[in-house]
């Protein structure tokens, strides 16, 4: 456009020399707000001024329209400022008034009054300016001529029609008005046969490129100059703006060095894909622009910023009162310029700096009015729940329901802080004392989702409305499962007992308690005053029900085939999982992790790591964090379960103990005493006294058990048999008496071998052995394990390799490497040359555990301190002939097999490797085949010194 403008200039210049050579010339420049017009009237100006002709000017506006002769008031008194540097005309055209004496004659030029006759105005205008124009050719501009009041317009066209006799030129600025329909004076002025018309076209983007080059301190990319077209629309005040902000955001960078992109809010920059920035210039442009189209438009854009995504024409018009076809014209307009998409404004920066120049009360009531007409309409919840949030409480009977259904929704699309403030205006709105409980039972519990440890007070708050019958059915269960998980037992008896013995049926509600109770509190179940309702979990039911009853039979049974496809069933159907589901999830992963389904509950563990942060709900991730901890310990990962258990112990922990944050702790001094950091794990043992209550829950049993272990490690055995025993013995009292939660009864053994009672410690195993273990690998693994300390150690070998292999397969790389480190001394003991390998294998699984412990305790006695150092040359010849028989193999094979020999599972060979499991055991019965021998013993014996260098 700027090479179209200084051709329209030109043509304008040739105008300019007709009109002064006695023929007057009009011109009508046109195009979109802010497009240029005013821009290139003024250059007009500037070069009529330069040519010794005069300039008279009018600048037209919305709110003097309907004010007879305001225009021709402002070109009387241009007129009468020329008097300061020029003979004047009288008004009467009797001769001419000096400058000296203009004082005396300003009553001519005075404007006249809205009663007097339009024709007499216009005649007298016309003396005048015929009277100026024979001493020196002149120029009348009008900037936005569509605004100018109809009796200038008389004016203007009664000069217009008798140009021919003057040195005058008329150029006009017509804007398009998009709420008004010109007056028909106007017309017969603009579209008279010898008038020359010009339209502004938006820039182009090599105008853009010329604008950017001239105004910034590098050349511009052709990205960045596609970018500003697109945004701008090829609008010159907005394109100026974009470029101002890059200039801004160049010189920033400068000093500052590269920022990341921020948001585009209020007095930031924010940078798009292509580079543009958009920041307080752009959003300032994009007001200016909107103001100068007129207050309907500024109304309308302020409609639009409030709508935002609920925006439709219909429902524009309703909210703004303008038309719904004018509203149509002012959308597209808005769109033609790039400030919408679709009905929406593009920018949030450009919303927020709509909004923010609306006054507060017309903000308010414009939002109350956005809420009711979408409400009204049938829109979603959240929609409206978000306009009410800016008005404050409210008493109409619709509010109150909205907001609720607005706070779970938001809950469920994991969006928990915008969920709790629509409750607290819930809250706030409410005139029905049970509406008001309702929700305040619900914020109690969005405040746990999001502050779990601070929770507390809010669902102690709601025992007295229980009790006096206030708050009813579910709600009034959420209040007491809260009060569990703050170990507040004696208020949560309280409330579970009130609403058993009510009158409704609420049967099913209750079984869902009396199994979260049964999996997280079972020894508060004999202090309720009746039984709860015991019924099934049907697959229809909801998932939080069937992760608990999963839990529970778990417990209960072992490796229950119906529980643990009850569990896995929790995790089927999606992996967008929404919050509400959450709330089964953590105890569907526990129910796999205590059937000693590891693998399985890791990956379910992986898929929820990545999913769960799309949710704002810190207290159900704290909780699935725990668990993936706890399944961590299990698998040996011991860095991965501290590093976890730290996370969710921090997110849970507060100024009292609750369940979540019990286990979390547990995995800490567990994890932290397998890893050798006794201190560290006293520490977590010293930093508050656990209260009673704990002993009444699951995470109770497992703080005794991992209180137990480190009494043990750090040589306290008796206090290890007290923490053992009182384990036991509750565990069998709440009938859950299995060893994938405690294995209790081989921590009391260990603890009676280290006293030097064998055969205390041989009943106990036999015990542990007798009952049924069905499915659970791993705990039949440590079982074994256990069965073979208390063996003559020339039987030990075997039932060794038995746990070893059942370990390896349920994923257990600690309890693994722990068998291995028996099996070696073992071996040593009886002289077997098969000591030093598996000594060796042992290390490395212990090493991979991050178990510094069991590492120091193989070094000793077992295998050298550098493990990776290869045979010297003085080795023996078995080493030489493992070496050499190494030799018949395929390079695939000797990686597998050395791997093998260096003690690695074929699981961690496989994912060293990159290959499978299958294809791992294929090449290792080839290198049997070759190399003569039966199994993986003989394969440590024959290469126990080749090294893992060789790989």
Same mark, same amino acid.
């Given at each position: 456009?700027?090479?179209?403008?200084?051709?329209?200039?030109?043509?304008?210049?040739?105008?300019?020399?007709?009109?002064?050579?006695?023929?007057?010339?009009?011109?009508?420049?046109?195009?979109?707000?802010?497009?240029?017009?005013?821009?290139?009237?003024?250059?007009?100006?500037?070069?009529?001024?330069?040519?010794?002709?005069?300039?008279?000017?009018?600048?037209?506006?919305?709110?003097?329209?309907?004010?007879?002769?305001?225009?021709?008031?402002?070109?009387?008194?241009?007129?009468?400022?020329?008097?300061?540097?020029?003979?004047?005309?009288?008004?009467?055209?009797? =001769?001419?008034?000096?400058?000296?004496?203009?004082?005396?004659?300003? /009553?001519?030029?005075?404007?006249?009054?809205?009663?007097?006759?339009?024709?007499?105005?216009?005649?007298?205008?016309?003396?005048?300016?015929?009277?100026?124009?024979?001493?020196?050719?002149?120029?009348?501009?009008?900037?936005?001529?569509?605004?100018?009041?109809?009796?200038?317009?008389?004016?203007?066209?009664?000069?217009?029609?008798?140009?021919?006799?003057?040195?005058?030129?008329?150029?006009?600025?017509?804007?398009?008005?998009?709420?008004?329909?010109?007056?028909?004076?106007?017309?017969?002025?603009?579209?008279?046969?010898?008038?020359?018309?010009?339209?502004?076209?938006?820039?182009?983007?090599?105008?853009?490129?010329?604008?950017?080059?001239?105004?910034?301190?590098?050349?511009?990319?052709?990205?960045?100059?596609?970018?500003?077209?697109?945004?701008?629309?090829?609008?010159?005040?907005?394109?100026?703006?974009?470029?101002?902000?890059?200039?801004?955001?160049?010189?920033?960078?400068?000093?500052?060095?590269?920022?990341?992109?921020?948001?585009?809010?209020?007095?930031?920059?924010?940078?798009?894909?292509?580079?543009?920035?958009? =920041?307080?210039?752009?959003?300032?442009?994009?007001?200016?622009?909107?103001?100068?189209?007129?207050?309907?438009?500024?109304?309308?854009?302020?409609?639009?910023?409030?709508?935002?995504?609920?925006?439709?024409?219909?429902?524009?018009?309703?909210?703004?009162?303008?038309?719904?076809?004018?509203?149509?014209?002012?959308?597209?307009?808005?769109?033609?310029?790039?400030?919408?998409?679709?009905?929406?404004?593009?920018?949030?920066?450009?919303?927020?700096?709509?909004?923010?120049?609306?006054?507060? =009360?017309?903000?308010?009531?414009?939002?109350?009015?956005?809420?009711?007409?979408?409400?009204?309409?049938?829109?979603?919840?959240?929609?409206?729940?978000?306009?009410?949030?800016?008005?404050?409480?409210?008493?109409?009977?619709?509010?109150?329901?909205?907001?609720?259904?607005?706070?779970?929704?938001?809950?469920?699309?994991?969006?928990?802080?915008?969920?709790?403030? +629509?409750?607290?205006?819930?809250?706030?709105?409410?005139?029905?004392?049970?509406?008001?409980?309702?929700?305040?039972?619900?914020?109690?519990?969005?405040?746990?989702?999001?502050?779990?440890?601070?929770?507390?007070?809010?669902?102690?708050?709601?025992?007295?409305?229980?009790?006096?019958?206030?708050?009813?059915?579910?709600?009034?269960?959420?209040?007491?499962?809260?009060?569990?998980?703050?170990?507040?037992?004696?208020?949560?008896?309280?409330?579970?007992?009130?609403?058993?013995?009510?009158?409704?049926?609420?049967?099913?509600?209750?079984?869902?308690?009396?199994?979260?109770?049964?999996?997280?509190?079972?020894?508060?179940?004999?202090?309720?005053?009746?039984?709860?309702?015991?019924?099934?979990?049907?697959?229809?039911?909801?998932?939080?029900?069937?992760?608990?009853?999963?839990?529970?039979?778990?417990?209960?049974?072992?490796?229950?085939? +119906?529980?643990?496809?009850?569990?896995?069933?929790?995790?089927?159907?999606?992996?967008?999982?929404?919050?509400?589901?959450?709330?089964?999830?953590?105890?569907?992963?526990?129910?796999?992790?205590?059937?000693?389904?590891?693998?399985?509950?890791?990956?379910? @563990?992986?898929?929820?790591?990545?999913?769960?942060?799309?949710?704002?709900?810190?207290?159900?991730?704290?909780?699935?964090?725990?668990?993936?901890?706890?399944?961590?310990?299990?698998?040996?990962?011991?860095?991965?379960?501290?590093?976890?258990?730290?996370?969710?112990?921090?997110?849970?922990?507060?100024?009292?103990?609750?369940?979540?944050?019990?286990?979390?702790?547990?995995?800490?001094?567990?994890?932290?005493?397998?890893?050798?950091?006794?201190?560290?794990?006293?520490? @977590?043992?010293?930093?508050?006294?656990?209260?009673?209550?704990?002993?009444?829950?699951?995470?109770?049993?497992?703080?005794? @058990?991992?209180?137990?272990?480190?009494?043990? /490690?750090?040589?306290?055995?008796?206090?290890?048999?007290?923490?053992?025993?009182?384990?036991?013995?509750?565990?069998?009292?709440?009938?859950?008496?299995?060893?994938?939660?405690?294995?209790?009864?081989?921590?009391?053994?260990?603890?009676?071998?280290?006293?030097?009672?064998?055969?205390?410690?041989?009943?106990?195993?036999?015990?542990?052995?007798?009952?049924?273990?069905?499915?659970?690998?791993?705990?039949?693994?440590?079982?074994?394990?256990?069965?073979?300390?208390?063996?003559?150690?020339?039987?030990?070998?075997?039932?060794?390799?038995?746990?070893?292999?059942?370990?390896?397969?349920?994923?257990?790389?600690?309890? /693994?490497?722990?068998?291995?480190?028996?099996?070696?001394?073992?071996?040593?003991?009886?002289?077997?040359?098969?000591?030093?390998?598996?000594?060796?294998?042992?290390?490395?699984?212990?090493?991979?555990?991050?178990?510094?412990?069991?590492?120091?305790?193989?070094?000793?006695?077992?295998?050298?301190?550098?493990?990776?150092?290869?045979?010297?040359?003085?080795?023996?010849?078995?080493?030489?002939?493992?070496?050499?028989?190494?030799?018949?193999?395929?390079?695939?094979?000797?990686?597998?097999?050395?791997?093998?020999?260096?003690?690695?599972?074929?699981?961690?060979? /496989?994912?060293?490797?990159?290959?499978?499991?299958?294809?791992?055991?294929?090449?290792?019965?080839?290198?049997?085949?070759?190399?003569?021998?039966?199994?993986?013993?003989?394969?440590?014996?024959?290469?126990?010194?080749?090294? +893992?260098?060789?790989?």
């Amino acid at each position: 456009m700027l090479k179209e403008r200084d051709k329209i200039l030109e043509q304008l210049d040739a105008l300019l020399i007709q009109s002064t050579r006695g023929r007057g010339a009009i011109a009508a420049i046109s195009g979109s707000t802010a497009i240029g017009k005013t821009t290139t009237l003024n250059a007009l100006a500037e070069r009529a001024t330069s040519a010794d002709i005069t300039v008279l000017s009018v600048v037209s506006s919305p709110h003097e329209r309907e004010v007879p002769y305001s225009a021709l008031a402002q070109l009387l008194h241009s007129i009468e400022a020329q008097c300061t540097t020029a003979d004047v005309p009288r008004a009467g055209g009797a =001769g001419t008034v000096h400058a000296g004496r203009q004082a005396d004659e300003a /009553a001519a030029l005075a404007p006249p009054l809205a009663q007097d006759d339009p024709m007499t105005v216009a005649r007298r205008t016309y003396q005048i300016i015929a009277e100026l124009t024979a001493l020196r050719p002149l120029l009348i501009t009008v900037d936005d001529i569509q605004h100018t009041d109809t009796a200038t317009l008389t004016c203007l066209r009664y000069l217009a029609q008798r140009l021919t006799q003057l040195s005058l030129a008329l150029v006009f600025t017509h804007g398009i008005s998009v709420d008004e329909q010109p007056a028909r004076v106007l017309d017969d002025l603009l579209y008279r046969t010898s008038a020359r018309h010009f339209h502004l076209e938006p820039l182009s983007r090599v105008d853009i490129m010329g604008l950017a080059a001239n105004r910034l301190p590098v050349l511009p990319s052709d990205r960045l100059i596609v970018e500003i077209h697109r945004l701008s629309g090829g609008n010159p005040l907005l394109a100026q703006a974009l470029i101002e902000e890059h200039r801004l955001r160049l010189a920033s960078d400068s000093v500052a060095g590269p920022m990341p992109p921020q948001s585009d809010g209020i007095g930031r920059r924010s940078t798009t894909e292509g580079g543009a920035s958009i =920041g307080p210039a752009f959003y300032q442009a994009v007001l200016a622009y909107l103001h100068r189209l007129g207050p309907r438009a500024v109304r309308l854009a302020r409609c639009v910023a409030l709508l935002d995504e609920a925006t439709t024409p219909l429902l524009l018009s309703r909210l703004s009162g303008i038309d719904t076809e004018l509203s149509k014209r002012y959308l597209r307009l808005f769109t033609g310029l790039g400030v919408l998409e679709g009905a929406r404004l593009r920018h949030a920066g450009v919303r927020q700096a709509v909004l923010g120049e609306m006054p507060h =009360g017309e903000a308010t009531q414009q939002r109350y009015r956005a809420a009711r007409l979408l409400n009204e309409g049938g829109a979603p919840p959240q929609a409206v729940a978000m306009h009410l949030l800016g008005v404050g409480p409210l008493h109409d009977g619709w509010v109150l329901p909205v907001l609720q259904e607005a706070a779970a929704h938001a809950m469920e699309d994991g969006d928990v802080p915008q969920g709790i403030r +629509y409750l607290e205006l819930a809250c706030e709105c409410s005139l029905d004392e049970g509406q008001r409980l309702s929700a305040k039972s619900l914020y109690a519990f969005g405040q746990w989702q999001l502050r779990p440890a601070e929770s507390a007070p809010h669902f102690r708050a709601l025992k007295g409305p229980i009790l006096e019958g206030k708050l009813t059915g579910t709600d009034a269960l959420w209040v007491a499962e809260g009060m569990l998980f703050h170990l507040d037992f004696d208020e949560a008896v309280e409330v579970v007992d009130h609403v058993n013995s009510g009158e409704a049926d609420m049967s099913t509600a209750l079984h869902s308690t009396r199994m979260l109770m049964a999996a997280e509190v079972p020894g508060l179940l004999e202090r309720l005053e009746h039984p709860l309702p015991a019924t099934t979990a049907p697959a229809t039911s909801h998932s939080e029900l069937r992760a608990r009853h999963a839990l529970a039979l778990i417990l209960e049974n072992g490796a229950d085939k +119906y529980a643990i496809a009850l569990a896995d069933q929790v995790f089927q159907g999606s992996q967008n999982w929404p919050t509400s589901k959450l709330s089964g999830l953590p105890k569907a992963l526990l129910a796999l992790c205590y059937a000693d389904q590891l693998d399985t509950a890791a990956a379910w @563990y992986d898929l929820l790591a990545a999913e769960v942060e799309r949710h704002d709900a810190p207290g159900w991730w704290a909780q699935i964090e725990s668990v993936g901890a706890l399944l961590a310990l299990r698998r040996g990962r011991l860095a991965d379960a501290v590093r976890q258990a730290e996370t969710a112990h921090a997110r849970l922990s507060g100024p009292r103990w609750n369940v979540s944050s019990a286990l979390a702790l547990t995995v800490l001094i567990e994890a932290h005493t397998a890893m050798g950091n006794h201190q560290t794990a006293a520490k @977590y043992l010293e930093t508050s006294e656990p209260p009673p209550a704990l002993f009444l829950t699951r995470a109770g049993l497992h703080y005794l @058990y991992a209180r137990g272990r480190h009494h043990l /490690a750090t040589g306290n055995t008796y206090l290890a048999l007290s923490d053992f025993q009182e384990c036991g013995t509750l565990m069998r009292r709440w009938n859950i008496d299995t060893p994938s939660l405690a294995p209790w009864r081989l921590g009391e053994a260990e603890v009676w071998l280290r006293l030097g009672d064998q055969k205390q410690a041989a009943r106990l195993v036999e015990k542990q052995l007798a009952n049924p273990d069905a499915g659970l690998t791993r705990s039949r693994g440590m079982t074994l394990h256990a069965l073979a300390l208390v063996q003559a150690t020339a039987k030990q070998p075997p039932i060794l390799r038995d746990a070893f292999r059942l370990l390896e397969a349920a994923g257990a790389r600690y309890e /693994a490497a722990r068998v291995l480190a028996d099996l070696s001394r073992a071996y040593q003991q009886l002289g077997d040359k098969q000591a030093r390998p598996t000594a060796r294998r042992a290390w490395r699984l212990a090493k991979s555990c991050q178990a510094e412990s069991l590492c120091q305790a193989l070094l000793p006695t077992s295998i050298p301190q550098n493990m990776d150092t290869k045979p010297s040359e003085g080795s023996c010849g078995a080493d030489r002939a493992g070496q050499d028989s190494f030799g018949t193999l395929s390079e695939s094979e000797r990686r597998v097999a050395t791997l093998a020999a260096q003690g690695y599972a074929n699981r961690e060979i /496989a994912e060293r490797l990159f290959i499978t499991v299958s294809t791992v055991e294929q090449h290792l019965t080839r290198v049997y085949r070759k190399m003569g021998i039966r199994n993986r013993e003989q394969l440590l014996q024959r290469a126990h010194a080749v090294s +893992y260098e060789s790989v």
